[in-house]
T-cell receptor, first 116, second 111 residues
Framework: GAGVSQSPSNKVTEKGKDVELRCDPI?????LYWYRQRLGQGLEFLIY????????KSGLPSDRFSAERTGESVSTLTIQRTQQEDSAVYLC??????????????FGSGTQLSVL | RKEVEQDPGPFNVPEGATVAFNCTYS??????FFWYRQDCRKEPKLLMS???SGNEDGRFTAQLNRASQYISLLIRDSKLSDSATYLC????????????FGTGTKLQVIP
């Protein structure tokens, strides 16, 4: 029923703190993607999940970034020891398996992260 | 060279004009192509798929040229509500589905 849900919608944190961002994909969507978008910039790929495994983590910018997914559903993106350059909108998208229109991504409304 | 390249614009066009955007991609094994639209401070939303034979949806026409590795989006009779950033998306599959977004082309339709 519902679309992709992300929480929180806004997060303000102090430099050096850890943050967790959550994504609830559309039910039945096995593929899940995380992107980062800085103000006025394009989408920067972070990580892709197929089911609970992550075959492509190539976009994670540093070891401060990690993500997991459980039950082929909820995913969390964790940023440790946040830096000011981490400030951005973090977007989550999900899609069906490839054999069922798996290439059409549906996005959540994002989490706006501000690191002070 | 970026995997997917777009002219960032902005394209400033008057209402009623026809405008076209191109997007080039570097991976010849790319299999699927889409255009997404992103309004200011909003998430991207699927606009239309792009098929080899070309496809049309109302005022929007999308085309794919595999030989030259580019896709295009044509908007006829531009409306103020068409003002947005248009993102080109290329999908390739090896062992898994890789989705690559272009940086987008900004369109501003002027009254």
């Amino acid at each position: 029923g519902a679309g992709v849900s992300q929480s929180p919608s806004n997060k303000v944190t102090e430099k050096g703190k850890d943050v967790e961002l959550r994504c609830d994909p559309i039910s039945g969507h096995t593929a899940l993607y995380w992107y980062r978008q800085r103000l006025g910039q394009g989408l920067e790929f972070l990580i892709y999940f197929q089911g609970n495994s992550a075959p492509d983590k190539s976009g994670l910018p540093s070891d401060r970034f990690s993500a997991e997914r459980t039950g082929e559903s909820v995913s969390t993106l964790t940023i440790q020891r946040t830096q000011q350059e981490d400030s951005a909108v973090y977007l989550c998208a999900s899609s069906y398996p490839r054999d069922r229109e798996g290439e059409k991504l549906f996005f959540g409304s994002g989490t706006q992260l501000s690191v002070l | 060279r970026k995997e997917v390249e777009q002219d960032p614009g902005p394209f400033n066009v008057p209402e009623g004009a026809t405008v076209a955007f191109n997007c080039t991609y570097s991976n010849s094994a790319s299999q699927s192509f889409f255009w997404y639209r992103q309004d200011c401070r909003k998430e991207p939303k699927l606009l239309m798929s792009v098929y080899s034979s070309g496809n049309e949806d109302g005022r929007f026409t999308a085309q794919l040229n595999r030989a030259s590795q580019y896709i295009s989006l044509l908007i006829r009779d531009s409306k103020l509500s068409d003002s947005a950033t248009y993102l080109c998306v290329v999908i390739s599959s090896g062992g898994y589905q890789k989705v690559t977004f272009g940086t987008g082309t900004k369109l501003q339709v002027i009254p």
